[in-house]
């Protein structure tokens, strides 16, 4: 048993938290940009791209994040594609995040009056100038809060690619567990970490929901 003090394990759970936090915001800044070009298809109202897009997000939504990231792993090296843990942890949670923010946009999108876009209509505007300059601003503040909302558990979520070996917060905890034989303590500074990254998170969530619901 190595005697590590407190501050050793903080220290080294740390540096750790800085994975969680590039991985966090891999996934969430490719899942919504992924999200977006999904949301765009469905919008085109054309019935192939809205199958397409309706069977991509049951795909995501409907399986365990924990097998889509066995899968970009171990899947891929199956097909003889090595790829290292976090570019394999990166794309499962940017595929996963794309799923969930196309469906939370999506309806932010519809909670827009139909009138919105009938006088969208009647300016003889094109489906991208209606979505720029009329529906798309009314959405954005609508979506703000659950996308702020989302990311949370996109951080959450990181703590699963501690399977497939990338040494994120939840693997260092483990890795430093096996050495210190302190599970307690060890655990306890890793829920506090989690809590320190996704608490703001959380409270501007709840204060952006308050402050539209006045709005409205």
Not at 20 to 28: D, R, Y
Not at 39 to 52: I, K, M, Q, V
Request: a positive charge; one cysteine or more.
């Amino acid at each position: 048993m190595v005697d590590f003090s407190l501050w050793d394990i903080l220290r080294n759970l740390l540096l750790a938290a800085r994975w969680t936090v590039a991985l966090s915001l891999m996934a969430f800044v490719g899942g919504g940009l992924l999200g977006l070009a999904l949301l765009a298809l469905r919008l085109t109202r054309r019935p192939w791209a809205e199958r397409a897009v309706a069977v991509y997000v049951q795909l995501f939504q409907g399986t365990p994040l924990l097998m889509q990231l066995f899968l970009a792993y171990f899947g891929l090296a199956l097909l003889g594609i090595n790829v290292p843990a976090f570019v394999a942890a990166g794309a499962a949670l940017t595929l996963y995040g794309s799923a969930f923010l196309s469906e939370i946009w999506r309806g932010c999108v519809n909670a827009i009056p139909k009138g919105q876009w009938e006088a969208a209509d009647s300016l003889a505007l094109s489906f991208s100038e209606k979505l720029r300059h009329v529906i798309g601003p009314q959405a954005l503040r609508i979506a703000i809060a659950p996308t702020v909302g989302f990311s949370v558990q996109i951080i959450k979520g990181t703590a699963l690619a501690s399977v497939i070996g990338f040494i994120e917060l939840t693997k260092a905890g483990t890795m430093i567990t096996n050495t210190t034989f302190r599970p307690f303590t060890v655990y306890a500074c890793v829920a506090l970490l989690y809590f320190v990254l996704c608490w703001p998170l959380s409270a501007w969530s709840r204060r952006l929901e308050r402050k539209l619901a006045r709005v409205h």
